[in-house]
């Protein structure tokens, strides 16, 4: 049974913002929420992600992320069994008064435990297209994230190949700095790349791969049949 990925919004600061925050949504429990986050800011960081039903946020990339450029951060969170709220809002926190920064978040569901099996980081130069690193995944249902992010001035992304769906651009400061895809998969992926077409600028991306426990399904009737 194939897992199910619903984007829940994307985010990014008007400028100098301590925290931003996405549209209040409808969260059920037991999924798994993801929030992807690109940041940008030569002393400071993501410092947590929150969320009004109390949702504890785990880094799937040690320290602040993947860097490369030296201010700009990647890193992708994620929240399994998570609380219910029925006007849940998730909230990215930074250290300090950020510029030209973005989130995107996912709500999935269909399996108990979803959390990441596997994950790549990659940099490329400007001018070309923004593609990840090769990644193989270690179960056949998976849903795959990927987030595509400038180092420098501005990143142009209008499609991901692939079979991924794009699920459209991030934009801080009025600046389109990221582009988001996510792709259901029901079979083991092996030394896959996804790439992001009409990339420009220095680039980096981080993709990671979220699989569950048992499949979540129906609880089962009992019928109890007593002979006199």
């Keep these: 049974m194939a897992l199910t990925a619903t984007l829940i919004g994307k985010i990014g600061t008007p400028g100098g913002n301590t925290s931003i925050s996405f549209a209040a949504y409808n969260q059920i429990a037991g ?19 929150s969320d009004t039903a109390g949702n504890t946020y785990v880094g799937v ?3 602040d992320g993947f860097t490369n450029g030296g201010s700009i951060h990647s890193q992708v969170w994620y929240a399994a069994n998570c609380a219910s709220n029925a006007a849940n809002v998730v909230t990215v926190n930074y250290s300090t008064a950020h510029d030209y920064s973005t989130a995107a978040a996912y709500d999935l569901s269909g399996a108990t435990n979803i959390a990441p099996d596997a994950h790549v980081t990659n940099s490329g130069i400007s001018g070309t297209s923004a593609a990840s690193a090769p990644y193989t995944t270690t179960v056949a249902d998976a849903v795959l994230i990927v987030m595509a992010s400038t180092v420098s001035a501005a990143l142009t992304c209008t499609a991901v190949d692939s079979g991924f769906t794009f699920d459209g651009v991030g934009v801080g400061n009025g600046t ?8 259901v998969v029901t079979t083991i ?12 600028n220095n680039w980096t991306t981080v993709f990671v791969s979220f699989s569950g426990g048992a499949i979540t399904a129906p609880p089962k009737r009992s019928v109890i049949i007593i002979t006199l």
Excluded: K, M, R, W
Excluded at 31 to 49: A, F, K, L, Q, R
Excluded at 176 to 183: K, Q, S, V
């Design 31 to 49: 999924h798994t929420i993801v929030v992807v986050t690109e940041s940008y800011d030569p002393s400071g960081h993501v410092s947590s992600i």
């Design 61 to 63: 990339f040690a320290g």
């Design 189 to 200: 992926q092996t030394g896959q790349v996804v790439t992001f077409t009409n990339s420009s």
């Design 176 to 183: 389109n700095l990221t582009g988001f895809a996510h792709n």
